[in-house]
């Protein structure tokens, strides 16, 4: 119950206490006590939150809405807001969301047919501002493969990103206001699916009056939502393109995604989500993105890039440790010694990816989305295990896993059916019969360790399996892992420039 | 400087007027505030341990020394300790450890030649008891291949195995008493390299008067430390067997040791290493143990015990959340709603791993070892550049890297020289150009994402390379990853004895 209140007495007596009677009884003489600035950071980085938030603390008055996080203060003018004002049905509720904001920006122009329309769909932390805008001409996420006579060309294509539901930059999430209490949702906010953040969406479209998508296009997360799209609306669904997706999250990218949420949620200042009002868990943050990293490049990518070299040392940096782990002596290639905090360049490197992201995304949108992704699985027991009313005609296409059978022809004759498929394929199959008529376009990485590609495999074969003849699948070596698709335009976005002309 | 100490101060004195300042502002009401059983558990274990500890706190006047935390307290009347009372020259260091203690056990007979030894090298945090002892009769780690009969057949072999320095189970380390102050070095313990844990083992083995070793074997870490063996002491090694090991630590596994550290740093208690007089950064630990245990497993293991199967949930389970996030809604193959606490059971796992660790190893040892980890490279000019003197009678058998060549002759028909061999092997090649006439079975796993098999190729590469005609290479499938080496005793076992034999 309220162990954590307890822990935060004890914190604040007990411990106090011990490092009393510690610099009592022991004090390690200063000038021989090493220094991690690796360590301080994390201590500097909330002083200087503290600072920065001074005022409002002495406002007491003002407290009860409390300001904005500064990673969550978006700037509405740059973006497209749709409220709106009807319930959200939700998968794993039987409470709907009494009502939502979707922020979304668009590229091109809406041909007068309204079917030249393509959503892209985000990946975890990112936001609508996929490429500029005269609005805000920063560039964006997808910049590099959407604009004129790019992968995504805005001559020919009406192109929409959305903010996720759940996510931080204008749309509804956890760091929201709930309108019955006034405050933020924080961990009140009901667990979301892939497929809420699609049915949002498409209330978007519908408010848009767009029927039809020509395409819905995603990567990563963004993958998930576009066969979600598929399988929600397949009327209104004219292709899909899934990269460096999955259609089932695997134990192993769950496990490492829990391991970001536990360090985020170890956080003190997490606080159980509720730390809108105080300082954010940035330290959780920065180290999740820490290990986030890791799995968005790849080991072969580091070995190139930086090998085993050292980080640059300032000519007079003798604050690195000031006692024995910095004693003078020789070290690969260099005249220094080692340290505990980062050394290598490759430590300095998730140290920095890290520290730039720690303040830039709410950390309970990172805790949801996150687990959105985890219980993405479409395989048919789990999709009809779900709380979804698909209001779609063709019902009857859907195949039991025992009608599902591996397809005739192969789409591509670079990859023939599987030979040791997993258990689970005739039911993910099943699952995905919906998307049989869908030309679909998988895309994967063969380096990606965090949606592998014997994931993508799997996408293609279950469709395939499920009868669509229209499926066009691409691997792609390369070193870049799960971030090629943010930086291989010739190789992704040639394929998605071919699929969707 | 003292930013950490700025940033306590502010915990104390900002934080709670904040929390204060919350608490009145904004109160969340209490039955509408989600519970997180898996962030409790850290609290709670933090009372548990003030609890068990609170006789101390009392005795103010015996604080200076400290008792030794509960993962630290080993029983020295189930091992051998050997103290070397002479200085121990150290790799990154001009000034020696002024003396050190060793931890062993052995097993077996020693021969009245003294030429029937094995010297069993050990992970990352592993103690002396690799194998049940009359005096310690508990399971080794590694008791299935230790014993008469076995892989290693005590019947044959007197078979010794130690506490690496820098460990917390008897030798000298971090958590040890520094003579000249009376307080556990803590982060004044210099930084360590893999080459001073081999040379303190040779010391024990001066000590016990062994001059040659039948054999060095070691997996994981124990694998660098076989191969260090090798290098040192060229004359007085036997064979070497590196299972799962490198000689050359890669960008992606120094990442992956690195979140480990952070999230340990990052841990209030670690107090800059200086926790010995308090309590000890158990929360710390169980994250690093959580991203440790991922890399020691793989993703086919888990989609094979866990795939994406939830954890058995007790009857009356109402505290996971007692609000939103506990809607009951349907849930895939099971009617319960989801949580953000862990619920998978790949989740409940890593969770267990962690806890059931977190307060069993020295968090300093942790650091400073999985350090000496990623310092380990084999290739000629890292070598070079290191403090050590090999007291060595072939220095003349060391190659140049342009003199280095692939060898004429494969020693195994299933591993030709490499067609595309990274641009440092000649350099690799080059420095372990001492252990040109050891015997070495070199062993690695394919689904092993920490110590990948591209690593294990480039080592019995590198020895080939270097003139080695006697490199016996193993590659084994299976779903075990780094961990094969605990558990395959069939294959892994298979490999060992019949090397040795």
Not at 48 to 74: M, Q, W
Not at 111 to 138: K, Y
Not at 318 to 343: E, F, G, I, V
Not at 358 to 385: E, G, R, V, W
Request: aromatic share 8%; charged share 15%; net charge neutral.
């Amino acid at each position: 119950m309220s162990l954590i209140r307890a822990s935060r007495l004890l914190r604040l007596s007990t411990t106090p206490a011990l490092r009393l009677s510690s610099s009592k009884a022991c004090p390690p003489p200063s000038q021989d006590k090493p220094n991690f600035p690796c360590v301080d950071a994390h201590a500097a980085r909330e002083s200087k939150l503290i600072a920065s938030r001074a005022p409002r603390f002495e406002v007491t008055d003002n407290a009860d809405t409390g300001p904005e996080p500064a990673y969550a203060r978006p700037n509405p003018t740059t973006y497209h807001t749709y409220h709106h004002p009807h319930p959200l049905p939700l998968t794993y509720s039987t409470t709907p969301l009494p009502a939502f904001d979707i922020a979304y920006e668009t590229w091109g122009t809406l041909s007068p047919e309204r079917d030249n329309v393509i959503l892209i769909h985000t990946g975890l932390s990112a936001s609508s501002h996929a490429a500029s805008t005269p609005a805000n001409p920063a560039p964006g996420w997808w910049e590099k493969f959407i604009g004129p006579g790019k992968a995504i060309d805005t001559n020919q294509f009406f192109v929409i990103c959305t903010n996720v539901i759940g996510g931080c930059y204008g749309s509804t999430g956890p760091s929201s206001i709930e309108k019955a209490t006034g405050k933020p949702w924080a961990t009140r906010f009901p667990i979301i699916s892939v497929f809420d953040m699609v049915n949002a969406q498409f209330h978007l479209l519908d408010h848009l009056k767009i029927h039809k998508l020509y395409a819905s296009v995603g990567c990563s997360m963004g993958a998930m939502q576009s066969l979600a799209a598929g399988w929600l609306h397949p009327d209104r669904v004219g292709k899909i393109v899934s990269i460096s997706g999955t259609a089932r999250s695997s134990p192993s990218a769950v496990a490492m995604r829990f391991a970001q949420r536990a360090v985020l949620m170890a956080d003190p200042n997490w606080n159980n989500g509720f730390y809108y009002d105080g300082l954010p868990p940035h330290t959780g943050m920065k180290l999740a993105r820490q290990i986030a990293t890791i799995t968005y490049r790849s080991g072969p990518e580091w070995d190139l890039r930086f090998g085993r070299q050292l980080r640059t040392l300032p000519s007079d940096a003798t604050t690195q440790s000031s006692s024995a782990a910095s004693m003078d002596a020789s070290y690969p290639s260099q005249s220094r010694s080692p340290a505990l905090c980062p050394d290598f360049l490759i430590e300095t490197y998730l140290d920095h990816q890290g520290e730039s992201f720690c303040l830039k995304y709410d950390a309970n949108s990172l805790i949801y989305i996150s687990k959105a992704m985890d219980l993405f699985d479409m395989t048919l027991p789990a999709l009809q295990a779900l709380n979804i009313r698909r209001r779609v005609p063709h019902q009857s296409a859907e195949l039991s896993p025992s009608q599902a059978q591996p397809h005739k022809t192969s789409h591509s004759k670079s990859h023939p059916p599987p030979v040791n498929p997993p258990a689970y394929l005739p039911s993910l199959a099943a699952g995905m019969a919906p998307l049989a008529k869908i030309p679909t376009l998988v895309l994967g990485v063969q380096s990606d360790i965090l949606f592998t590609v014997e994931q993508q495999r799997e996408v293609a074969d279950a469709l395939r399996m499920a009868g669509n003849d229209s499926v066009s699948y691409y691997e792609l070596g390369g070193v870049w892992g799960h971030d090629t698709f943010l930086i291989d335009t010739l190789n992704v976005g040639g394929a998605i420039r071919g699929f969707l002309s």
